[in-house]
């Protein structure tokens, strides 16, 4: 284990790190334990598919992944910063910064272009208007949809408000990709089309998270975890695992 | 993302409902437009007075007999009170340099098949030497049209126009009758130019004659009012209260009043200021009722824009930045409402000042007041939904439906 941590010229780097991390809700007079001690680590490159059935934790894991949850216990080490004791401001920033996440109803903005919703997180980082703008229309083109900046999401197909979403996330070059069921708002074909760009992505170097149900889905994937009663029961095909 | 950006995206949510966002703003609209109406009318109204005070010249103080106490210097005989009480108030007033006693009664002037109504004033020349009331054709009357009781006549701008139009008036008999006195014949002397309307009366609708030719004719002793000249501007104020007790002494309390424009202004200040108070009160219950209605359709946006927040949360915006949109929000819709307002009570008060006849004059101080009034408002008002908004949690918001 210790030989994980250390950074050296034959492991990639460490992006996150879960150390016995834990989640409870108290509802009514009932605790609930969505998760139960999770130890878990990704490393720079990695492409994996976090499965599960409804009510095993996944959801749960994945906010805590993107910073939107805090765990109730354990520790939490996304790209070398210690997460569990932010502020909301700080865990804001750590969200902007370090995590893409790319969601199953796509969460695009429907009254802004496209091209101000790839801008949105370069916003809210405070780059300027211009480089912005010239980073959204690359980012957009890259998807095949240099041609529709100025359409607005409800006039587009769910494949390409998908690849808007990506755009989006790969706005502030993350240190990981965060996609809840991408595919799960699409049909067959466009749902291939989207998880070949996550190939592209994961050949191209980039770090991805993929929450989803779908067992086609976890076949793109370098590794499965697999997720019951809010444990880790299987990880299988890592390289570092 | 800096206050340009949080302004756009701002301006960008109000433009989506845009009936929505003009019905939420009406009650500031018409605050707005009541307050800016309010107070152009005061500003009008106060600078047609001032303008009309400083046409009669400040220095001039008026003695009339006090309203509704009977007749004028019953407790002194008449003839006491009328050219000897000018000349006393003079010599016994060393702030006053000129006094002129008016008599004056409503009389018909004709001329050939043309009668006009006129007020018939007798006064001695002094008269038109202390109002600065220049003459027009021939001359105002003399010394020796006083000592001879001459039947001599001297007709105001618009009187000598309306019954001799653009013949020359000058060395003309005119008929002049006066309630149960008989008719008599005057002949023009001059004709004067115009004052307009003052606060002294209306100076071209005045025919003059002699003082002893009025007594004579009329009978009448009775003064309608003295005009009195203080040595200097600054000296009027002074110069009325010397009057003042000066004929409290001689006949009386409560029996007069002295009037300089200085109390004329002030009271018509007063008068407007009140009206301007009152008034505002039902502004202000009006920006109150429109700032509610700013934070009810707030409290809706933020509702139906929870996903939106979610999103933006998401992607890394604060707290802040989601508490200065949505506040910034409110603060352009009253702006908006604030700025038709603004609009609105310049209409009315346009309106109202071509009605009334006084300028319209909008006050610089009254276009910060309405931005400055709707601001404050959206700032109060949408306090509340802005800090709904930005305590909202990122994972609720973003499963919102």
Known sequence: MPAEVSEGAVHPREVVRLEKVVRQYIVGSAVVRALAGVDLVIHEGEFVAIMGPSGSGKSTLMHILGCLDRPTSGHYILDGVEVERLSDNQLAVIRNQKVGFVF???????????????????????????????????????????????????????????????????????????????????????????????????????????????????????????????QIVADEGGAAA | MNVRETAMAALRGLGFYPLRTFLSVLGIVIGVASVIGLVAIGAGVQESVTSRISQ????????????????????????????????DLVE?????????????????????????????????????????????????????????????IVLGAEVASTLFSDQDPLGKKVQLSAGN??????????????????????????????????????????????ILRAVSTEAAVDAADQVNFYLTRRVGENKFRVLSQQTILETITSVVGTLTLSLGAIAGIALLV????????????????????????????????????????????????????????????????????WPTVLPIYAIFLAVGFSTAVGLFFGIYPAMQAARLDPIAALRYE
Do not use: C
Request: aromatic share 6%; hydrophobic share 45%.
């Open chain 1, 104 to 230: 199953q109803e796509f969460n695009l903005l429907p009254r802004e272009t496209i091209l101000a919703n790839v801008e949105l997180p370069m916003m809210y980082a405070g780059i300027p208007r211009r480089e912005r703008a010239r980073r959204a229309r690359q980012l957009l083109e890259e998807m095949g949809l240099g041609k529709r900046l100025a359409h607005r999401p409800p006039e587009l197909s769910g494949g390409e408000r998908q690849r808007v979403a990506i755009a989006r996330a790969l706005a502030n070059a993350p240190a990981v990709i965060l996609a809840d069921e991408p595919t799960g708002n699409l049909d067959t074909n466009t749902g291939a089309e989207i998880l070949r760009i996550f190939e592209e992505l994961h050949r191209s170097g980039r770090t991805i998270v993929v929450v989803t149900h779908d067992p086609n889905v976890a076949r793109h994937a370098s590794r499965v975890i697999r997720l019951v009663d809010g």
């Open chain 2, 56 to 87: 009669l010249g400040s220095d001039v103080l008026t003695v009339a007999p006090a309203m509704q106490r009977g007749v004028w210097g019953r407790s002194t005989s008449p003839t006491t009170v009328d050219a000897s009480l000018a000349r």
């Open chain 2, 92 to 152: 016994h007033n060393p702030l006053i340099k000129q006094a002129v006693a008016t008599l004056q009664t409503q009389g018909t002037m004709t001329v050939g098949n043309s009668t006009l109504d006129v007020t018939v004033l007798g006064v001695t020349p002094d008269y038109a030497d202390i109002f600065a009331y220049p003459v027009q054709v021939g001359r105002f009357l003399r010394t020796s049209d006083q000592e001879l009781g001459a039947d001599v």
């Open chain 2, 181 to 226: 006195y008989p008719t008599r014949s005057f002949v023009v002397v001059g004709v004067m130019g115009s004052l307009g309307r003052t606060f002294a009366g209306n100076f071209d609708g005045q025919v003059y004659m002699p003082a002893s030719t009025f007594f004579r004719w009329t009978g009448q002793r009775r003064v309608s009012s003295f």
């Open chain 2, 290 to 357: 429109g700032g509610i209605g700013v934070m009810n359709v707030m409290l809706v946006s933020v509702k139906e824009r929870t996903r939106e927040i979610g999103i933006r949360k998401a992607l890394g915006a604060k707290k802040r930045n989601i508490l200065s949109q949505f506040l910034l929000e409110a603060i352009f819709l009253s702006l908006t409402g604030g700025l038709v307002g603004l609009f609105g009570g310049w209409g009315v008060a346009a309106l109202a000042a071509r009605w009334g006849h």
